[in-house]
C-alpha cells in the first residue's frame, strides 16, 4: 500500500469510528448481531468497517481470546477516554474498562483469594484440573456449565471455540483464496453445523471473523445457549475453562 493510500485508508478509519464507533461498541455490548448493528447505525458505514470496530472490541473486551485463557484475565485493563466539557474544551482522563458484558448471568466471583493467587503465580501457567463431562454423572451440559459460571464467575469462564474452519461466511473470513472444493466442504458442514441453531444465533457465529481455527469465547448466555444447542445435534467438540477455579472440563462430541 503506497503512502497515499496508507493515508486515506486510515482517514477512512477515523472518520467511521468518529461517527459510530461508539454505537457499535454498545450494541455489540447488549448483544446485538453483526447485521442488526449495521441496520440500526445512523451512519452508512460499511460492513466490514463495522465488523473490524465489533472485532476489536471483541478482544479488548476480553469477550474473545486468542490464547487460551490464562492469569492474564485478572489483570485490570486500563486505557485513556477523551471527555469533552460545555465549552468544547477536550481532556483525557484513565479509566479502568469493566470486563462485564455480553450479556452476564452472574456479577462474578469475589476476587480477594484470586488477586492475592495472581500475584504469587504472576506470569505461571495455570495448573488445570481437568476432567471429561459425562452426561450421566454430571446432568445435562446446560445446567452444569451454568453452575461453574455461577460458582467462579462468568467473566472469567470461557469456552474453545473451533469455528475457524467450518464457518465459511463469505465476510468472516480472511482475504486468502482458498480452493474451491474446500471451500464447498466447509460451507456444506457449516450448514449442517447452524441447522440446529435460530436465526439470532446463526447471525452472530457468522457476524464473528473467525480468523483463526479456535478462538476462546467468554461463557455468557448467549454462548452457552449456542454451545449447548450444538452439543445436543452432535455438532460441538471442545473444552471450557473456568479460571478462579482452575478447572477445564473437556467436551466430546455426542
Known sequence: MDETNYFQSALSNFVTEAA????????????????????????PAP???????????????????????????????????????????????????????????????????????????????????????????????????HRKCEKYGEIYSYISCPFGKTINDQYSQSQEKIGQSRADGAQTAAVEMMRCLNSRQRGYLQGIRWEQPVLYHRLNRRMLEIISKLYEAGAYGGACFFVTGQEKIMISPK
Open 47 to 145: 460492513r466490514a468497517k463495522v465488523q473490524r470496530i465489533m472485532m476489536e472490541y471483541l478482544y479488548e473486551s476480553r469477550v474473545l481470546l486468542k490464547e487460551e485463557p490464562s492469569w492474564k484475565l485478572l489483570a485490570a485493563q486500563e486505557q485513556f477516554a477523551q471527555e469533552q466539557d460545555a465549552y468544547g474544551r477536550r481532556s483525557f482522563r484513565k479509566i479502568v474498562i469493566d470486563p462485564k458484558s455480553q450479556n452476564n448471568m452472574t456479577d462474578g466471583a469475589d476476587l480477594t483469594i484470586m488477586s492475592q493467587r495472581e500475584k504469587a503465580a504472576k506470569n505461571q501457567e495455570i495448573l488445570w484440573r481437568e476432567s471429561v463431562y459425562d452426561p450421566k454423572r454430571d446432568g445435562k451440559l446446560t445446567e452444569l456449565l
Open 20 to 43: 459510530c464507533g461508539g454505537a457499535v461498541r454498545h450494541l455489540t455490548d447488549i448483544g446485538y448481531t453483526l447485521e442488526q448493528i449495521v441496520e440500526r447505525l445512523d451512519y
